[in-house]
């Protein structure tokens, strides 16, 4: 489903992504974790092409980002992202946010988006506070409809970029249990998060990066977890500071 091969990435002389490589196949969970500035933020945007990328190639369901050729925003529309800071749109209610890019971006008439809206709304339990607006809804509740909003989209795979980490601690949990639904429905899922218990639990492989923009560790979730010995200095080191 997403193939990325050899992908380097420069901010002026600062290499964010240093010679990255790896695939996610359809239907799988894959965790991205690492320390603060490693380049994972950016290298979850560069498969959304939100962040261009100078080397390599990344191929998204067998579309080449790089091929002059492509729709860039028809395939952004393909791939739902949700962000740390949910990203809604603070003066639209509940509703429109889930109706605004499926009407304008995929074309579909109000009724079909509000029907399809409100079936993901429902899904992730707040149909309730459809006519709400964001800033009447806690933080969970609004990255529940981030998160419904991308799965109206109809998305191929869905990016989350710590998608947990500007919550309080006792949203947490409703956030990842709509997540783990997700995993457990068979999305394919490519996640920043550093909730290692939701890595345990659904991921079928870790990927860990290291300052530098480099993929240290890309092994299956039993190996990242279960054989420390075989793991690089820096995770174990990075492990043992958040487990
Ligand atoms: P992470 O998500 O792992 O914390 P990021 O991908 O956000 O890392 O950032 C990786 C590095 O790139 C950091 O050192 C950050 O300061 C730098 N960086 C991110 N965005 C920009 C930008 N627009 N211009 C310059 N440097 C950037
Ligand atoms: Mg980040």
């Known amino acids: 489903m997403i193939d990325i091969k050899n992908v380097s990435k420069w901010y002026g002389s600062f290499q964010v992504l240093n010679n990255c490589t790896t695939n996610i196949q359809k239907g799988e969970v894959v965790v991205v974790c690492g320390p603060s500035g490693s380049g994972k933020s950016t290298l979850i945007k560069t498969v959304n092409a939100l962040e261009p990328f100078q080397q390599g190639e990344i191929v998204v369901d067998g579309i080449s980002l790089s091929d002059p050729k492509t729709d860039l925003p028809k395939l952004r529309a393909r791939c739902g992202m949700v962000f740390q800071n949910f990203e809604l749109f603070p003066h639209l209610s509940v509703t429109e946010n889930l109706t605004l890019a499926q009407i304008k971006v995929l074309k579909r008439s109000k009724a ?3 029907e399809h809206g409100l079936k993901y709304l429902d899904r992730v339990g ?9 800033g009447q809804l806690s933080g969970g509740q609004q990255q529940r409809v981030a998160i419904a909003r991308a799965l109206s989209m109809d ?26 639904q997700l995993a457990q429905e068979g999305m394919t899922m490519m996640c920043v998060t550093h909730e290692m218990g939701f890595a345990r639990k659904v991921a079928h492989r870790v990927i860990f990066m290291d300052v530098g923009g480099k993929i240290l560790e890309d092994c299956s979730k039993d190996e990242f977890f279960g054989n420390p010995d075989a793991r690089q ?7 043992n500071k958040i487990l």
């Open 155 to 180: 998305p191929i795979v869905m990016l989350f970029d710590e998608p947990t980490s500007a919550l309080d601690p006792e949203m947490v949990g409703e956030v990842l249990d709509v997540m783990m």
């Open 126 to 134: 707040l149909l309730a506070h459809k006519d709400k607006f964001p």
């Open 112 to 114: 079909e988006a509000i």
């Open 233 to 239: 200095a820096r995770t174990k080191d990075f492990l």
